[in-house]
């Protein structure tokens, strides 16, 4: 038994070196700048212990959430369809290219955003919060959200996301949200959700 062990154990010193150099990569760390263009709106579920993106457009009226993202969607598509965009992060010396993020910094960086229900236009900003992705806050104020969304740049796609939870019930039995943000080089990008039944 000693005999067999022995060969597969030179067998490993000699191979363990040439495997640990070829996980070794050497990703170009230059940030790459992107230009928001665009503004979508996911509704979420935040019914249940977590939340989800909705299945439906009916929601709890103690549970409206919706997940608000601006990007460069140009830059997004390119991004998503590159093959290299993986975390494995083995070299070509093992048959499997080098995957290395991107660094993404925005060009522009947010400055406010407001919140308005459809149709009575009213202005309900103060009544949203930030989802808690943050380390300190479970949920912060959206001045906070913005504040810390700025500064954890680089991201690892041209895209931010920003989920907001309504903290106050609408009465209405039906409603819909636009939010608008606005951009530092002065420029504003707004997106509509679908119309939210309540129940």
């Given amino acids: 038994m000693r005999i067999v062990k022995l060969p597969i154990l030179i067998g490993l010193i000699i191979i363990l070196p040439s495997l640990v150099g070829s996980c070794i990569c050497e990703c170009d760390p230059t940030e790459v700048a992107f230009n928001y263009q665009e503004a979508?709106?996911?509704?979420?579920?935040?019914?249940?212990?977590?939340?989800?993106?909705?299945?439906?457009?009916?929601l709890y009226r103690e549970a409206v959430a919706f997940t608000f993202s601006i990007s460069d969607t140009s830059l997004l598509a390119h991004t998503l369809s590159t093959p290299n965009h993986n975390s494995l992060g083995w070299s070509t010396a093992v048959a499997v290219s080098c995957d290395c993020f991107v660094p993404f910094v925005p060009s522009q960086q947010i400055d406010q955003i407001m919140i308005k229900e459809l149709p009575s236009e009213r202005e309900v900003t103060s009544l949203f919060v930030a989802e808690g992705t943050f380390d300190e806050w479970l949920y912060p104020s959206l001045p906070e959200a913005i504040h810390r969304l700025n500064s954890s740049a680089p991201y690892d796609f041209p895209q931010v996301d920003l989920t907001l939870v309504l903290t106050t019930p609408s009465e209405t039995m039906e409603v819909q949200y636009t939010v608008e943000v606005l951009l530092s080089d002065g420029r504003s990008l707004t997106a509509t959700s679908p119309t939210i039944y309540l129940q």
């Fill in 40 to 58: 979508t709106i996911t509704l979420m579920d935040n019914s249940g212990d977590f939340l989800a993106p909705a299945l439906t457009d009916t």
